[in-house]
């Protein structure tokens, strides 16, 4: 009674009780607290730049030095995440950790002076190319130290945090350099930049299997991994499309007031898609869950030793028949893998977010609809990418996911850009972009089932056996 009784109440509890393993293990808890000290500077560090550069610039130099900033990322990070599976997390984050701080602060140095846009654009960009792997570092370190059945809590719950960061990220910076000063956001970047970084050095240590140097694609020889790339640039496009034509659609309605607003409860909605997902992760989906094998019945000793049929023929030697590959079956919704199907409710989202346009107050409705299952769709595709990183190159895998969607922002910024003359029509090419992001998820997942399936070898030793048994008698 008492046995049931507990394992009654441990299926209770068993879906919330995800987060509470996840951070009853030391590791993960140092773990959970680098990935806020990390996550907070990114939600602070495009505000800030702009707030520094337009002390004595005009906005236009504030704007390239964000996108300078922004381009020497994305250049450098696989390097930097390469870099860090083969030398350490620790030491590559603290080498670039000083030149990122004495860049960041040569770009405030020269704001103060009134140094010319060029300069300024490119101490900016030398702080991208310089900007410490701590992210892909830790995505990597989550699925090091997470077990099978807590990865999905913890990407789920760095997804939560990354979304929590570009919400309170921004009002941070807005706060110390209007409040304070300018130069306090960047003191305040850096400070949490080196938090995470001591942070992180209690839980990393030199890799014990560094990648192989013989190739430079690294871990780009997956194929899986380079599927995972198209499918995460086209995602980050329409997450970036959505920003600007959210910002496009109140200002064509003169109420700007409402863009902060509008992009919060988004990043809301992502927050609790997040956190539900990973409450489920310790519930594995019927697809995901496969019985276990029985044992095979053993064999009765009267059969065993009857001699084996002699095969047809004319059946068992026709290859054309043996050969043929099964046909491929179109996946339905509910035989797509989890990341489609997460994609196809982010696209949903992003569809009723632009019918919500035709009424401009059922924006305040939608918006966090469409978020539900961004979030979900983020740390499934981080923890995809963590399953198809090659041995000891987990770090520059993430690095290369990191970049690739930083240049699907800037696409999906710039196409919803050139559109906003049209209120509805950016809020439209971001759904689109998301419904491709399900297209090339989809088509990866028929790929891997349309494999054809390798012939059975002709088993001529047993046809021998059978004529040297019958020769015999």
């Known amino acids: 009674m008492l046995d049931s009784l507990s394992v009654t109440q441990a299926h209770g509890v068993r879906v919330p009780a995800s987060y509470r393993k996840l951070f009853a293990e030391p590791v993960l808890r140092r773990l959970a607290l680098a990935d806020v000290c990390a996550r907070l500077p990114q939600g602070m560090v495009s505000l800030t730049l702009l707030l520094v550069a337009a002390q004595h610039a005009s906005m236009t130099v504030a704007g390239l030095v964000v996108a300078g900033y922004t381009l020497?990322?994305?250049?450098?990070?696989?390097?930097?995440?390469?870099?860090?599976?083969?030398?350490?997390?620790?030491?590559?984050?603290?080498?670039?950790?000083?030149c990122y701080a004495l860049a960041l602060l040569a770009l405030l140095a020269g704001s103060l002076a009134s140094a010319p846009a060029g300069l300024l654009v490119g101490?900016?960009?030398?702080?991208?190319?310089?900007?410490?792997?701590?992210?892909?570092?830790?995505?990597?370190?989550?699925?090091?130290?997470?077990?099978?059945?807590?990865?999905?809590?913890?990407?789920?719950?760095d997804a939560a945090v990354f979304d929590l960061a570009y919400i309170t990220g921004p009002v941070l910076a807005s706060a110390l350099a209007t409040g304070v000063a300018p130069a306090a956001a960047?003191?305040?970047?850096?400070?949490?930049?080196?938090?995470?970084?001591?942070?992180?050095?209690?839980?990393?240590?030199?890799?014990?299997h560094p990648p192989d140097r013989r190739s430079l694609l690294g871990p780009l020889r997956s194929a899986a991994l380079r599927e995972l790339l198209v499918t995460a640039a086209l995602t980050n496009a329409a997450l970036s499309a959505t920003e600007v034509a959210l910002t496009a659609y109140v200002r064509h309605h003169h109420a700007l007031w409402a863009s902060g607003p509008l992009l919060a409860e988004v990043s809301l909605g992502s927050i609790l898609g997040s956190l539900l997902l990973g409450v489920r992760s310790s519930t594995a989906s019927p697809r995901d869950r496969r019985p276990p094998r029985l044992p095979r019945p053993a064999r009765l000793p009267t059969l065993a030793r009857l001699p084996r049929p002699a095969r047809l023929p004319t059946l068992a030697r026709l290859p054309t028949l043996a050969r043929l590959p099964r046909p491929a079956r179109l996946p339905t919704l509910a035989r797509l893998p989890r990341l489609a199907r997460l994609l196809t409710?982010?696209?949903?989202?992003?569809?009723?977010?632009?019918?919500?346009?035709?009424?401009?107050?059922?924006?305040?409705?939608a918006a966090p609809l469409a978020g539900l299952c961004l979030g979900p769709t983020l740390a499934t595709l981080f923890g995809a990418a963590a399953a198809t990183a090659p041995r000891g190159g987990g770090t520059e895998t993430q690095a290369w996911i990191n970049s690739i969607m930083n240049g699907g922002a800037a696409a999906g910024a710039a196409v919803a850009g050139f559109a906003a003359g049209r209120p509805l029509l950016p809020l439209t090419l971001a759904a689109a972009m998301a419904a491709a992001a399900v297209v090339s998820a989809s088509v990866a997942a028929m790929r891997k089932t349309s494999k054809p399936v390798p012939a059975p070898a002709l088993n001529t030793a047993g046809d021998e056996e059978t004529r040297t048994t019958a020769r015999s008698a």
Do not use: M
């Open 123 to 157: 101490t900016a960009a030398v702080a991208g190319l310089f900007n410490p792997p701590l992210s892909p570092g830790l995505r990597s370190l989550w699925s090091t130290h997470a077990g099978a059945g807590l990865k999905q809590a913890a990407f789920a719950l």
């Open 345 to 365: 409710g982010y696209a949903l989202g992003l569809a009723i977010l632009a019918a919500a346009g035709l009424y401009a107050p059922l924006l305040a409705v």
């Open 72 to 98: 020497g990322q994305a250049a450098t990070a696989p390097l930097r995440g390469r870099l860090a599976d083969r030398r350490g997390l620790v030491p590559v984050a603290a080498v670039c950790g000083v």
């Open 186 to 208: 960047v003191i305040a970047t850096l400070a949490l930049t080196g938090a995470a970084t001591v942070a992180i050095g209690t839980n990393s240590r030199r890799p014990e």
